[in-house]
């Protein structure tokens, strides 16, 4: 089962703009995390945040988490073109030292020029 | 991309064949990860390995076998394809908090 579920399942936008996308999850997390994935590319890690942590900075980037509340938002400022792709948020827990990382449906964000 | 590496990329097979899919590491990384990703499912947890012939199933691991001999290699393998296996499988590695991807193989079951 999905642990992750994200809001919207698309955004169009125009280059320029911020957008924003939602996560919203079930159960307690160790840590959570963004990804981006261009079409047909494998996922790139875009950003960490701890459960103790309430926003986190990365260049355009600012991800937020409410635990009481079991979600998080990631906010991308002033859009660029290269900036279309799908975005996917995690929550990892930690079994044996290994990672498992539950993901959400993802948010296909398209950058219009 | 952290050294990963995944063969074949593209592969179509028939109902009811075995089918292995290779997972290579060039950085001695432990932790390896297989996923596949389905439309409207995001990606899910098959088997993971968190050391030489040391794994563990995950989320959607029934039909899947995985076997890890050497800390470079961590093989998937289909015993029985079947069409609902048709997916992009994506191997990860993790490391300082992050899992970094393979660049997928996709799959296709006739």
């Known amino acids: 089962s999905q642990q992750g579920e994200e809001d919207p399942q698309a955004l169009s936008i125009q280059e320029g703009e911020n957008a924003t996308m939602n996560c919203s999850y079930k159960?307690?997390?160790?840590?959570l995390q963004w990804y981006r994935q261009n079409s047909g590319r494998g996922l790139v890690h875009l950003i960490l945040?701890?459960?103790?942590?309430r926003e986190k900075h990365s260049g355009r980037l600012r991800v937020t988490l409410d635990t009481s509340k079991k979600s998080s938002s990631l906010l991308i400022t002033a859009s660029r073109a290269a900036d279309t792709a799908s975005y996917f948020c995690?929550?990892?827990?930690?079994?044996?030292?290994?990672?498992?990382?539950?993901f959400g449906q993802g948010t296909r964000l398209t950058i219009n020029p | 991309d952290a050294g990963i590496t995944q063969s074949p990329r593209h592969k179509v097979t028939e109902t009811g064949t075995p089918v292995t899919l290779r997972c290579h590491q060039t950085?001695?990384?432990?932790?390896m990860y297989w996923y596949r990703q389905d439309p409207g499912h995001g990606l899910r947890l098959i088997h993971y390995?968190?050391?030489?012939?040391?794994?563990d199933k995950g989320e959607v691991s029934d039909g899947y076998s995985v076997s890890r001999s050497k800390t470079e290699d961590f093989l998937l393998t289909l015993e029985s394809a079947t069409s609902s296996q048709t997916s992009v499988y994506f191997c990860?590695?993790?490391?300082?908090?992050?899992?970094?991807f393979g660049p997928g193989t996709r799959l296709t079951v006739l």
């Open positions: 990860a590695i993790s490391e300082s908090g992050e899992q970094f």
């Open positions: 159960t307690s997390i160790n840590n």
């Open positions: 945040i701890r459960s103790n942590e």
């Open positions: 995690a929550t990892d827990t930690i079994i044996q030292g290994a990672q498992k990382l539950v």
């Open positions: 950085e001695n990384h432990r932790y």
């Open positions: 390995s968190y050391g030489v012939k040391d794994t």
